[in-house]
């Protein structure tokens, strides 16, 4: 038996679309329980000049994150000893629909034994939504080491 065609009605279409659109605009959020930089920095350090040699990351892409989370070192120029390196930890959304972060965000660095020289970690609370200018974050920590060969990592747990 042959069912007979007919044409749906384009304000029907038109209000499927849209409601299609809005779901996916609507649903809920994504709560973060914990996450990792999705890259590993490597660098080596000169404490005597406060400059880094050389510095390598590797990122780790996975098509299913909601977040590209990454860490990075950069000098801190004309700082005092003790606050010579910055740590930057940088989130950016990659769906359509908004992820909360609340809870510890740290990173860690690990000489070439892979023991762990220096960590730090701030309690924040972070949204990013799929709007223009609330898709990306990004936290600083400053500290300094001795000359070494290192490697970071960024972390978020929440409690």
Same mark, same amino acid.
Do not use: W
């Given at each position: 038996?042959?069912?007979?065609?007919?044409?749906?009605?384009?304000?029907?279409?038109?209000?499927?679309?849209?409601?299609?659109?809005?779901?996916?605009?609507?649903?809920?959020?994504?709560?973060?329980?914990?996450?990792?930089?999705?890259?590993?920095?490597?660098?080596?350090? @000169? %404490?005597?000049? *406060? +400059?880094?040699?050389? /510095?390598?990351?590797? !990122?780790?892409?996975?098509?299913?994150?909601? =977040?590209?989370?990454?860490?990075?070192?950069?000098?801190?120029? @004309? %700082?005092?000893? *003790? +606050?010579?390196?910055? /740590?930057?930890?940088? !989130?950016?959304?990659?769906?359509?629909?908004? =992820?909360?972060?609340?809870?510890?965000?740290?990173?860690?660095?690990?000489?070439?034994? *892979?023991?762990?020289?220096?960590?730090?970690?701030?309690?924040?609370?972070?949204?990013?939504?799929?709007?223009?200018?609330?898709?990306?974050?990004?936290?600083?920590?400053?500290?300094?080491?001795?000359?070494?060969?290192?490697?970071?990592?960024?972390?978020?747990?929440?409690?």
């Amino acid at each position: 038996m042959k069912l007979p065609f007919r044409p749906v009605p384009a304000g029907v279409l038109g209000a499927l679309l849209s409601l299609c659109l809005t779901v996916g605009a609507l649903a809920a959020p994504i709560v973060m329980s914990h996450d990792r930089s999705d890259n590993s920095y490597s660098f080596t350090y @000169d %404490a005597a000049s *406060g +400059e880094i040699g050389d /510095a390598s990351s590797g !990122l780790r892409i996975s098509r299913g994150d909601s =977040v590209t989370f990454v860490i990075y070192i950069r000098e801190n120029e @004309d %700082a005092d000893v *003790g +606050e010579r390196l910055r /740590a930057q930890l940088r !989130l950016g959304l990659n769906k359509n629909q908004v =992820v909360r972060y609340n809870g510890f965000f740290s990173f860690e660095i690990t000489d070439s034994t *892979g023991t762990v020289v220096y960590r730090d970690e701030v309690r924040k609370r972070i949204v990013l939504r799929p709007r223009p200018g609330e898709r990306r974050a990004r936290l600083g920590f400053l500290f300094d080491l001795p000359s070494g060969s290192y490697d970071a990592r960024g972390y978020f747990e929440r409690p």
